[in-house]
């Protein structure tokens, strides 16, 4: 990492490390706008992590929570929108069942300094209380610096079966 990958930017490489720091083998998505320059077309060709792409957001909830079951570590990689779509999944498989969902969601339409409660779009703003109701810890990603938080993070939901996610607050730069 660079002194420039602390300057208020996002780097999607110490966001790569730091899931792989934390064991995670599996990256599920759904096409990304907000992450795709700086995060997902870099996971997706890496050799150390497999990417497996789906349709819908609730078939990538259902497939890491299989993956946890085999012992495999997994991250989901959506949209705001897509977390909206797939709240009853969310809610079922990893609130009501305990299970350790990863989550990171790209926040679509959030302007870049503001924080997402404070933003002019509704499927921004609302991600957070979302979380907060349904009882999931949550980080916000908005700087290199915050990458710090995401292995300790999925560690805690592994250990104690519960879902985790981190709200990406600006596109990560590669």
Same mark, same amino acid.
């Given at each position: =990492?660079? /002194?420039a990958d602390h300057n208020g930017s996002l780097s999607g490489r110490a966001i790569i490390h730091a899931i792989k720091a934390a064991g &995670? #083998?599996?990256v599920v998505s759904v096409p990304d706008i907000v992450t795709s %320059?700086?995060?997902l077309w870099p996971i997706s060709r890496d !050799? %150390?992590?497999t990417h497996i792409r789906v349709?819908? #957001?609730d078939e990538g909830v259902s497939i890491c929570t299989a993956l946890a079951y085999c012992g495999?570590? !997994?991250l989901l990689l959506i949209q705001n929108t897509g977390f909206l779509d797939s709240i009853n999944a969310i809610r079922a498989i990893a609130v009501e069942y305990d299970n350790p969902l990863c989550m990171m969601i790209g926040l679509q339409g959030k302007e870049p300094d503001v924080l997402p409660i404070q933003s002019d779009k509704v499927s921004v703003r609302i991600v957070e209380p979302m979380l %907060? &109701? =349904?009882g999931i810890a949550y980080h916000l990603l908005q700087t290199? /610096?915050?990458t710090d938080a995401i292995a300790p993070a999925i560690e805690a939901a592994y250990r104690d079966d519960h879902p985790v996610c981190f709200v990406i607050g600006r596109s990560p730069s590669e």
């Open positions: =990492m660079t /002194a &995670v #083998e599996y %320059d700086g995060l !050799a %150390d992590l349709c819908k #957001e495999k570590r !997994a %907060d &109701v =349904m290199t /610096a915050n």
